[in-house]
């Protein structure tokens, strides 16, 4: 029977198409940092634009929009492919600047056995995606830097399908939101694997040294969704050996008192092997052991006061965008610690996890953030919901990793009422999950005073302060003043520093010269780590970095206050400041 007019061109005149797939938001729920996926959905997928939402609006996922028995308008297995992970814009010359909507397909086999339950996971899509298994809506994800799982057990088939909705349009309410000094880069541009783990299943765990100064107590908490009673057992290395038994929710926690215990620092980044068994499903991870905490001005790491010689940075690619290889973080880490830096900022959103794989492994210690950047919706509840969630996925993420000491909840948000509640939510949300790290925020300096004042200081562990003197304003006198004023807390100069075209050489006023650049350096160092509540610098930046924002004859869509070129090859003169005044502190 054919459809009644009404019906056959609902999707044309129904602008609440969206309506139905709200709700079902996914998250990280099945943490798969130290398990293998059992395939990888890398690879070749056929992609296309999608300017008007036809693929929602007509529901292109079932397999059968448009007039019946008529011509349909998509073919997903006939489109062009992308290989994925990519950021989109560096894939094909007409995506170079898209924002909006893109439908990514790929099919897939028979992954289902026995009664394993199979998980997808997706390590990061910007910004938005809606996820439908063989014509069947699993869930969507807001938020474009933080993984998430979806169990898709009830989905599968013999021969699978698997549609990925994507969307990077720049929104107010979302975060961040409308404008940011980098480029909006789309796309599926993290991992896409399959999971397949025991029906009853380890979900969670998280085990770190209780930080009281006794260094000889380690937390292990886990969850599960299996039943009272039921037992886990743990393996820490030599120095655990036990089980924990499960509560009504499936959950168990438990401090265990260690002899012994090897500590993880910068210098010896010692890393224990840890073992979960439950029912079948085994965990194996590895985890360092360190107690990082404020007294006074100072920042300690083992009871011993750190300076934390550091370095901001971006993930950014010329050739890749934000999907960087793992030679690229590699290279990231080497030029930072070549520059003998102990400790990084990865601003301003979450990095790929690899990051703090591999600074778990090298001892530097790290800065981690979400994109709570510049302007945001800070009145609305929804924002702040997201905001958490953001938040929540980034340390279920990395809680285990002993290199990341600082969470970070924002970057440059002007200093008022409903940015100061939003704020101090997010703050006592990290606090509430990890106890074993501290908080932190990039303020903004008050210009009039040339002072700290804004009164999230008084909420985060460690003050973070961004300041441009002799760059975009003020001078070095006004630096002489901030540093003489009195804080209490330690403070990271979370950014500071100027713009060099690579290469340029002039006067060392000149601007975009290198020599200019290198001045600006010279002192800030001088000045800042003079000063006795400066704990740690993260200069601002690594290495240049595209951004919409910056477009005279020097800059043409690059950042340039890098120390190290768009490219990571040359390094410019305030980058070998840097590496000797950091190898003299
Ligand atoms: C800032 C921002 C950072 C910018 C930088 C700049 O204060 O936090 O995202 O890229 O200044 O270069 O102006």
Sequence with gaps: MAKDQKEEYSHIHDDNFMDKYQGKELTNDLNCEARDPFITLDGDWNYSIDIYDSFLREEWYTGEAGHEGGPKDFSFSEWETMELPASWNNEAEELSYYEGSVIFHREFQQVKTNNDKVFLRIG?????????????????????????????????EKNNKILVLVNNDRKKDRIPSLITDWFNYGGIYREVEIYKVPEKQISDYFSYLVPDGEYNKIKVSVETNGSEGEKVEVKIGN??????????????????????????????????????????????????????EVEGNDILVNGEKIFLKGVSA???????????????RLETLKLASDMNCNFMRLAHYPHHENMSKLADKLGILLWEEIPVYWSISFDKEEVLANGKKQLRELINRDKNRASVIIWSVGNENPDTEARYNFMSSLIDEAKKIDPSRLTSAACLLNLDKMEITDRLQDKVDVIGIN????????????????????????????EFGGSAAPDKHGEKNELWTEENQKRIYQKQLELLTGCEWVAGLTPWILYDFKTPKRINKYQQMYNLKGLVSKDKKYKKLAYYVVQEFYNKL
């Design 314 to 328: 971006h993930e950014d690619s010329v050739k890749n965008g934000k999907a960087l290889t793992e030679a690229e």
């Design 124 to 156: 990061a899509i910007n910004y938005e995606s809606l996820i439908f298994i063989n014509k069947h809506y699993v869930g969507k994800h807001s938020g474009g830097f933080t993984p998430f799982t979806a169990d898709i057990t009830e989905y599968l």
């Design 467 to 494: 300041e441009y003197f002799e760059w975009y304003y003020g001078t070095f006198d006004d630096l002489e003043h901030l540093v003489s004023t009195e804080i209490d807390k330690p403070v990271i100069v979370s």
């Design 239 to 292: 120095l655990i050996d036990d089980e924990l038994k499960l509560n009504s929710e499936g959950k168990a926690e438990k401090v265990f008192e260690v002899k012994k215990l090897k500590l993880w620092s910068t210098d010896n980044p010692y890393l224990y092997n840890i073992t979960l068994s439950y029912n079948g499903d085994v965990i194996n991870d590895q985890i360092g052991f360190r107690q990082v």
